[in-house]
């Protein structure tokens, strides 16, 4: 399993910005897709964003337009930028990394983000 290590995150008010990170120590991180997933209490985790290898993007239809997935494999790292925050998007974020399959490969250990109306 290819372990991952997420920073970032917190607290924020609706309206405001904040991002997530995922890093990964193994040079191999490169040829996976990364997915972003979100849990709140009580609720079934959902698919937020995916980037692929080739930096191809698509998000879940609630963050369109507010949230920014990227990569950086010089650094092994994936981020999700999350901008005009709305209190829905109160969650524990999780990154993956995924085969051509979708397929995780490992996890992050998770962010908790809270956003305050």
């Known amino acids: 399993q290819v372990q991952l290590i997420q920073s970032g995150g917190g607290l924020v008010q609706a309206g405001g910005s904040v991002r997530v990170s995922c890093a990964a120590s193994?040079?191999?991180?490169?040829?996976?897709?990364v997915g972003w997933y979100r849990q709140a209490p009580g609720m079934q985790r959902e698919l937020v964003a995916r980037?692929?290898?080739?930096?191809?993007?698509n998000y879940v239809d609630s963050v369109k337009g507010r949230f920014t997935i990227s990569r950086d494999n010089a650094k092994n790292t994936a981020y999700l930028q999350m901008n005009s925050l709305k209190p829905e998007d109160t969650a524990v974020y999780y990154c993956?990394?995924?085969?051509?399959?979708?397929?995780?490969?490992?996890w992050g250990q998770g962010t908790q983000v809270t956003v305050s109306s």
């Open positions: 993956d990394v995924e085969d051509l399959g979708f397929r995780p490969q490992g």
């Open positions: 193994r040079s191999i991180f490169s040829i996976y897709t």
């Open positions: 980037i692929t290898s080739d930096g191809v993007t």
